[in-house]
């Protein structure tokens, strides 16, 4: 019971603590957070117009890895009700995994290649 009274305590005075915070006309808010990254990885079969690659390709398969990374935003107020954010996260590195079944027995390359992800992004917002 004594456990419970400091946590309840402690949640009160945090909430007391904390104003409430009301954009207006120009005002400038930035923002941190964490973003996750998911891209599609729906690859269908591979091809190639080379006919001594092709035979190779059959059931082959590749797949991108998911990303977390740091995103940070920036948001202008217009009016009391409009406003407008940029955002723009660390970019993440993806490792793209091919798998071919034709090179048994090392058929398996994960991590053959990387990519960066860039996601800038600008959000008009209406607050009511």
Not at 6 to 28: E, I, M, W, Y
């Amino acid at each position: 019971m004594k456990k419970m009274t400091r946590v309840a305590l402690s949640v009160a005075a945090l909430t007391l603590a904390c104003s409430a915070f009301a954009q207006k006309k120009g005002d400038n808010v930035l923002g941190l957070g964490v973003a996750f990254i998911n891209p599609s990885t729906s690859v269908g079969p591979l091809t190639s117009s080379e006919p001594h690659v092709a035979g190779l390709l059959t059931n082959a398969t590749a797949s991108i890895s998911k990303e977390n990374t740091i995103s940070i935003g920036w948001l202008h107020m217009y009016t009391d009700e409009i406003g407008v954010e940029a955002t723009i996260g660390v970019p993440p590195k993806h490792k793209l995994d091919f798998n071919i079944p034709a090179l048994a027995p090392a058929n398996s390359h994960p991590g053959a290649m990387s990519v960066k992800t860039w996601t800038p992004t600008v959000v008009g917002k209406y607050f009511l």
